[in-house]
């Protein structure tokens, strides 16, 4: 047993040098973890003491560690983000462990996204989406009165909703089909609610999609595992939304 | 050396009139030319995203460089309570005046006026431009577009976007970069970092970069770059900026020449979650917004043992209520966080370290009910409870002031050039428009207004002017390339005992301590002797695992941390040669009767701009003097 509060843990983390070489689970141990540490916090521990033994730390992507930039990811014993609801890994904190416990890390796993190094992933498909169509096609300069067109609150809240996305792609991890339709419908739907998205919002729906499929990411078949790993609870009506969207894009397409 | 004295190059005539007459004084460079022109951004924040997605749309040919995985992950995707802006839809009012004079108030006088108005001016814009883009700001049950109020205002003018402003405004210039992209109008580098900005002749003409992934070092020409890679806050290693976030490229500008501007005005935020250990990373940041509902207090008693809600009204001390009865809860940051560190010093914080005070919403939710307050702020208490474990609906929040902007930068004329040609500087990397104190809601008022609204005139200036054609195969680039490798590799090489992170916190703890909140002369001198030694212990004994052509976080950080070292010494040595107080600089030395910070308009109503020499050699402090032509410097009074 530890020091009165502090844990011992077990780690099983997975380690690969790049992205042309094979990869494979790492064990470790960790003493004196604190439990008011993040869970980030207990990794830069652990790397503290790899760096001071000689070893390569454990790259791991991270940076506002306030659950809002969306650069931490993780697989933590198999859940994305770790067991605790709309919550980003680096709001994760060790309060939630046991002394003893052992830790499964692993990097997002989906074909469109591949690793680069031990925990961190590429997810330059996401920018590729929203190049496809994230967008409203207004340049600086010609914007009219920001009060010129009032918006009812109830759409102007559910547009927010969806903005919320901070496009970590827990989504594509949790899915069994590594579909990316929670990130794409919640981009779609931000500006679908909005009257200033209303004039692109055909070819907006049918470009995004189109750029999804072709990246490879998989199909909806309401696993729902996205939006039950979604840190920022991007509700699942959205897929809903963005699919009517298309099929009445597709038809006037047609 | 002789101290050189700046020109602000601010156009003449009245202040109102200054910005439209320098755009219409501005020579204009043809649709059809453009395109000749090439730009690189370092930064793809609000400052620099804007620019990007503007200057592009003008047709410039234009590259961005972020350290990040995404133009999306900047830093200012954090800011959380909103953006401030003179429309006056509340009709309360506001105006461009207004909103200028309290941003100059703000700021101690201590920032230059024809900019401070200028933003003010297209602060307007900046909404309209969002509000086109999609942005979704907080709305009223009518449609039109709600405000609340921020510290040193008594007008709502903060446009907001639940806690998450910053992130849907990052969102906003980033969506008008992916637009660009579409377009093949706009080339976005990631994960690659700069290492240093190539001068020919006193003018910038390229940058090198490393490739964070492959380890690979690049050149890249420009006929004009732009930095807008944040602010230097890490010195502190905690502090609430991100972890990546870093003050290399404009230091490595510093040490081509750049003058690096009032280093030592930096702003700690007063509410942020309390320090919980020795293994914390960062700080994080309750909103300022919360300031507008929660009632901040100490127990009057020092010894008090009761939980806070068993502590009565009568025991209760509601110091800012109590010192500044106008702005109560409201007074500007410096004042906020100065007054908190003033009652943890007499003994009455609170919680484990006593190093906190109480953050209560009680009386807000008894009036306006809980469901009101959750909707205001329910993603600010749910960060909260999340890291401390209570539940701030029932139980007081506990904050301590925490490094959170820098307010000095490199140093820029009216036209955000820096003193080389072609060198220009955005937002929190620049020192113009905040002076020695920022208002809240004003970081990303600036970002966006640098981004969107001045660098596409001002920059066309540069242009028109006619610069010459460099290729990379010019000397100074070799050269430029040459000492960025050998730096990284004699990181690499050094192989002895301590880690980076060893080094930054001990750091940091010196600048906490001797440049944080309060300085004095003694403090500042211990930290200018301290701090090389720490510079030349870290290049002896600094442990830097890895390799070179693989992703090597460790070694990113090592060659960040390196340049803190040297900032910081910088920013003691700023501090001492400033021995009056303005905003959020305090020297013990100098108070007011009732200890609020005491100017010395006589001496040093001016900028101090530094000229680097070499490291550990004496710095040149040239000088920018202020003229307040519209504004009388006042003893800012916030009670």
Same mark, same amino acid.
């Given at each position: 047993m530890s020091d009165i509060g502090l844990m011992n843990l077990k780690l099983k983390i997975w380690r690969q040098k790049n992205m042309t070489t094979k990869g494979k689970m790492v064990d470790y141990k960790l003493d004196g973890?604190?439990? @008011?540490?993040?869970f980030l916090e207990m990794i830069d521990q652990l790397n503290e003491e790899l760096v001071t033994k000689g070893e390569d730390p454990v790259a791991f992507d991270h940076d506002c560690?306030?659950?809002?930039?969306?650069m931490c990811s993780l697989m933590i014993n198999g859940m994305a983000h770790g067991?605790?609801? $709309?919550?980003t890994t680096c709001q994760?904190?060790?309060?939630k462990y046991k002394d003893g416990d052992t830790i499964v890390i692993e990097p997002w796993r989906a074909r469109p996204m591949p690793v680069q190094k031990d925990l961190v992933v590429d997810r330059t498909a996401f920018d590729d989406i929203m190049v496809? #169509?994230?967008?409203? @096609?207004i340049n600086v300069g010609?914007?009219?009165?920001?009060?010129?067109l009032p918006i009812g609150k109830g759409n102007a809240e559910l547009s927010m909703d969806a903005a919320? /996305?901070?496009? /970590?792609a827990a989504c594509v991890a949790a899915c069994p089909n590594a579909s990316a339709m929670l990130f794409v419908s919640a981009k779609v739907s931000q500006f679908a609610l909005l009257p200033q998205g209303e004039v692109e919002k055909d070819q907006r729906v049918l470009n995004m999609v189109t750029k999804m499929d072709e990246l490879g990411f998989g199909n909806c078949t309401n696993a729902a595992e996205c939006e039950a790993s979604c840190p920022k609870g991007i509700d699942i009506s959205n897929i809903a939304r963005m699919n009517r969207e298309y099929l009445a894009a597709s038809i006037k397409a047609h | 050396m002789s101290v050189k004295y700046l020109d602000g190059k601010v156009p003449e005539g009245p202040l109102k009139d200054k910005w439209n007459k320098h755009k219409f004084d501005s020579k204009l460079v043809n649709p059809s030319n453009k395109r000749k022109f090439k730009v690189l951004i370092v930064g793809t924040g609000l400052g620099g995203g804007a620019a990007a997605a503007t200057l592009s749309e003008l047709g410039y040919e234009v590259e961005s460089f972020t350290?990040? @995985?995404?133009? %999306?992950?900047?830093?200012?995707?954090?800011?959380q309570g909103g953006i401030n802006a003179a429309k006056n839809y509340p009709n309360d009012g506001d105006s461009i005046w207004r909103l200028f004079y309290d941003t100059i108030k703000g700021g101690d006088y201590r920032s230059r006026e024809a900019n401070v108005y200028r933003l003010a001016e297209v602060s307007n814009n900046i909404i309209d431009q969002c509000v086109a883009q999609g942005v979704p700001f907080a709305r009223e049950y009518g449609g039109v577009l709600s405000n609340r109020s921020f510290g040193? *205002?008594?007008?709502?003018?903060t446009f907001y976007a639940r806690g998450q402003t910053g992130q849907q405004l990052l969102l906003g210039a980033y969506s008008a970069m992916m637009k660009q992209v579409n377009k093949g109008k706009l080339k976005i580098h990631t994960r690659m970092e700069m290492l240093d900005v190539v001068i020919v002749d006193g003018v910038a003409r390229g940058i090198i970069c490393r490739n964070?992934?492959?380890?690979k070092i690049s050149r890249h020409w420009g006929d004009a770059v732009i930095l807008a890679?944040?602010?230097?806050?890490?010195v502190y290693y905690?502090?609430? +900026?991100?972890?990546?976030?870093?003050a290399s490229a404009a230091w490595r500008a510093h040490k081509k020449g750049a003058y690096f501007a +009032?280093? /030592?005005?930096?702003q700690i935020h007063p509410t942020c979650i309390p320090v919980h250990g020795a293994n914390q990373s960062k700080l994080t940041l309750m909103s300022e917004s919360l300031r507008n509902d929660g009632r901040v207090w100490v127990p009057k008693n020092k010894d008090e043992k009761r939980a806070p809600n068993d502590i009565p009204e009568e025991d209760r001390d509601y110091y800012l209520e109590r010192i500044?009865?106008?702005?109560?809860?409201?007074?500007?940051r410096d004042v906020a966080s100065r007054n908190a560190k003033n009652q943890c010093d007499v003994g009455k914080g609170v919680g484990n370290t006593k190093l906190a005070v109480y953050l209560d919403f009680r009386d807000a939710i008894k009036r306006d009910g809980r469901e009101a307050i959750e909707a205001k702020y329910g993603n600010l208490f749910e960060m909260y409870e999340r890291i401390n474990d209570e539940n701030p609906y029932i139980v007081p929040m506990k904050i301590y002031p925490a490094v959170h902007?820098?307010? #000095?930068g490199l140093w820029v004329d009216y036209n955000l050039?820096? +003193?080389?040609?072609g060198l220009f500087v955005l937002g929190? *990397? +620049?020192?113009?428009?905040?002076?020695?104190n920022r208002l809240g809601a004003s970081a990303l008022m600036q970002g966006l207004a640098d981004g969107y609204f001045v660098i596409p005139y001002t920059i066309g200036r540069h242009f028109a002017e006619g610069v010459s054609k460099v290729d990379t195969n010019h000397p100074a680039f070799d050269e430029a390339e040459k000492t960025s490798k050998e730096k990284l590799d004699k990181l690499l090489n050094i &192989?002895?005992?301590?880690?980076?992170d060893y080094f930054h916190k001990k750091l940091g703890q010196v600048m906490w301590d001797n440049v944080g909140m309060a300085r004095n002369e003694q403090g500042l001198r211990k930290a200018i002797e301290e701090i090389p030694k720490i510079r030349e212990e870290f290049w002896k004994d600094v442990k830097v695992t890895g390799d070179?052509?693989?992703?090597n976080m460790e070694l990113e950080k090592a060659n960040r941390v390196a340049d803190f070292l040297e900032i910081g010494e910088l920013m003691a040595r700023d501090a001492l040669m400033r021995p009056e107080s303005c905003g959020g600089h305090f %020297? @013990?030395?100098? &108070?007011?009767? $009732?200890n609020e910070a005491k100017r010395d308009d006589e001496n040093y109503t001016h900028v101090a701009a530094w000229e680097f020499t070499g490291v550990g050699k004496e710095p040149i402090r040239n000088i920018e003097e202020l003229k307040f032509e519209n504004v009388k410097l006042t003893q800012r009074s916030y009670k």
């Amino acid at each position: 047993m530890s020091d009165i509060g502090l844990m011992n843990l077990k780690l099983k983390i997975w380690r690969q040098k790049n992205m042309t070489t094979k990869g494979k689970m790492v064990d470790y141990k960790l003493d004196g973890v604190s439990p @008011d540490s993040s869970f980030l916090e207990m990794i830069d521990q652990l790397n503290e003491e790899l760096v001071t033994k000689g070893e390569d730390p454990v790259a791991f992507d991270h940076d506002c560690r306030e659950g809002i930039c969306g650069m931490c990811s993780l697989m933590i014993n198999g859940m994305a983000h770790g067991p605790e609801s $709309e919550t980003t890994t680096c709001q994760l904190h060790m309060r939630k462990y046991k002394d003893g416990d052992t830790i499964v890390i692993e990097p997002w796993r989906a074909r469109p996204m591949p690793v680069q190094k031990d925990l961190v992933v590429d997810r330059t498909a996401f920018d590729d989406i929203m190049v496809a #169509g994230g967008f409203v @096609d207004i340049n600086v300069g010609s914007a009219p009165d920001a009060n010129g067109l009032p918006i009812g609150k109830g759409n102007a809240e559910l547009s927010m909703d969806a903005a919320s /996305c901070i496009g /970590c792609a827990a989504c594509v991890a949790a899915c069994p089909n590594a579909s990316a339709m929670l990130f794409v419908s919640a981009k779609v739907s931000q500006f679908a609610l909005l009257p200033q998205g209303e004039v692109e919002k055909d070819q907006r729906v049918l470009n995004m999609v189109t750029k999804m499929d072709e990246l490879g990411f998989g199909n909806c078949t309401n696993a729902a595992e996205c939006e039950a790993s979604c840190p920022k609870g991007i509700d699942i009506s959205n897929i809903a939304r963005m699919n009517r969207e298309y099929l009445a894009a597709s038809i006037k397409a047609h | 050396m002789s101290v050189k004295y700046l020109d602000g190059k601010v156009p003449e005539g009245p202040l109102k009139d200054k910005w439209n007459k320098h755009k219409f004084d501005s020579k204009l460079v043809n649709p059809s030319n453009k395109r000749k022109f090439k730009v690189l951004i370092v930064g793809t924040g609000l400052g620099g995203g804007a620019a990007a997605a503007t200057l592009s749309e003008l047709g410039y040919e234009v590259e961005s460089f972020t350290i990040s @995985d995404s133009a %999306r992950r900047a830093h200012s995707i954090a800011a959380q309570g909103g953006i401030n802006a003179a429309k006056n839809y509340p009709n309360d009012g506001d105006s461009i005046w207004r909103l200028f004079y309290d941003t100059i108030k703000g700021g101690d006088y201590r920032s230059r006026e024809a900019n401070v108005y200028r933003l003010a001016e297209v602060s307007n814009n900046i909404i309209d431009q969002c509000v086109a883009q999609g942005v979704p700001f907080a709305r009223e049950y009518g449609g039109v577009l709600s405000n609340r109020s921020f510290g040193g *205002a008594q007008v709502s003018r903060t446009f907001y976007a639940r806690g998450q402003t910053g992130q849907q405004l990052l969102l906003g210039a980033y969506s008008a970069m992916m637009k660009q992209v579409n377009k093949g109008k706009l080339k976005i580098h990631t994960r690659m970092e700069m290492l240093d900005v190539v001068i020919v002749d006193g003018v910038a003409r390229g940058i090198i970069c490393r490739n964070l992934i492959t380890g690979k070092i690049s050149r890249h020409w420009g006929d004009a770059v732009i930095l807008a890679s944040g602010g230097y806050g890490n010195v502190y290693y905690l502090s609430t +900026n991100a972890m990546a976030s870093n003050a290399s490229a404009a230091w490595r500008a510093h040490k081509k020449g750049a003058y690096f501007a +009032n280093p /030592c005005f930096t702003q700690i935020h007063p509410t942020c979650i309390p320090v919980h250990g020795a293994n914390q990373s960062k700080l994080t940041l309750m909103s300022e917004s919360l300031r507008n509902d929660g009632r901040v207090w100490v127990p009057k008693n020092k010894d008090e043992k009761r939980a806070p809600n068993d502590i009565p009204e009568e025991d209760r001390d509601y110091y800012l209520e109590r010192i500044y009865p106008s702005f109560g809860n409201l007074v500007p940051r410096d004042v906020a966080s100065r007054n908190a560190k003033n009652q943890c010093d007499v003994g009455k914080g609170v919680g484990n370290t006593k190093l906190a005070v109480y953050l209560d919403f009680r009386d807000a939710i008894k009036r306006d009910g809980r469901e009101a307050i959750e909707a205001k702020y329910g993603n600010l208490f749910e960060m909260y409870e999340r890291i401390n474990d209570e539940n701030p609906y029932i139980v007081p929040m506990k904050i301590y002031p925490a490094v959170h902007y820098t307010m #000095g930068g490199l140093w820029v004329d009216y036209n955000l050039e820096s +003193n080389l040609k072609g060198l220009f500087v955005l937002g929190e *990397a +620049n020192f113009s428009d905040h002076g020695a104190n920022r208002l809240g809601a004003s970081a990303l008022m600036q970002g966006l207004a640098d981004g969107y609204f001045v660098i596409p005139y001002t920059i066309g200036r540069h242009f028109a002017e006619g610069v010459s054609k460099v290729d990379t195969n010019h000397p100074a680039f070799d050269e430029a390339e040459k000492t960025s490798k050998e730096k990284l590799d004699k990181l690499l090489n050094i &192989q002895g005992t301590k880690t980076v992170d060893y080094f930054h916190k001990k750091l940091g703890q010196v600048m906490w301590d001797n440049v944080g909140m309060a300085r004095n002369e003694q403090g500042l001198r211990k930290a200018i002797e301290e701090i090389p030694k720490i510079r030349e212990e870290f290049w002896k004994d600094v442990k830097v695992t890895g390799d070179f052509d693989n992703l090597n976080m460790e070694l990113e950080k090592a060659n960040r941390v390196a340049d803190f070292l040297e900032i910081g010494e910088l920013m003691a040595r700023d501090a001492l040669m400033r021995p009056e107080s303005c905003g959020g600089h305090f %020297r @013990d030395e100098s &108070q007011t009767d $009732e200890n609020e910070a005491k100017r010395d308009d006589e001496n040093y109503t001016h900028v101090a701009a530094w000229e680097f020499t070499g490291v550990g050699k004496e710095p040149i402090r040239n000088i920018e003097e202020l003229k307040f032509e519209n504004v009388k410097l006042t003893q800012r009074s916030y009670k």
